[in-house]
């Protein structure tokens, strides 16, 4: 048993060495990260934004393709207005959402930092 939890020790030791580290690590470098996470996000909705605005020229396309005489039989007019009409709707709500996130991260980094990780 006494070699037993002299183990025990030394690997309890090590492990609040460890801690101690990543602990002083983390203080050190948190300025760097939380730059980093902020710009992550910030690029990541600024692009989901800029797609958001070229999905929708293909939509209004497929949507105006439907009104046009190649597309002469019912189905294939009401499939291209359906289509189109949704998808224009949908990508709209993303540009929205993502329009919001980008203005939450600039205007109030310190909240969405704190919802970010309580959600």
């Known amino acids: 048993m006494n070699e037993l ?3 025990l020790q030394k690997v309890l030791e ?3 060495e460890v801690a101690e580290q990543t602990g002083e690590f983390i203080i050190d470098q948190s300025p760097e990260i939380l730059e980093q996470f902020f710009m992550w996000h910030l ?3 600024i692009f989901g934004f800029i797609i958001s605005l070229i999905l929708p020229i293909g939509f ?3 949507f105006k393709f439907g009104f046009s005489e190649k597309a ?3 189905d294939t007019q009401v499939i291209s207005w359906m289509l189109g009409g ?3 709707i949908v990508t709209f709500l993303f540009l929205c959402d993502n329009l919001n ?3 939450f991260i600039s205007i109030a ?3 969405y930092l704190i919802e970010y990780f309580i959600r």
């Open 5 to 7: 939890e002299k183990t």
């Open 60 to 62: 209004v396309w497929l």
């Open 43 to 45: 690029v990541s909705h």
């Open 109 to 111: 980094p310190k909240i």
């Open 101 to 103: 996130q980008i203005i």
């Open 14 to 16: 090590k492990s609040m």
């Open 72 to 74: 002469e039989e019912n």
């Open 86 to 88: 949704i998808g224009a």
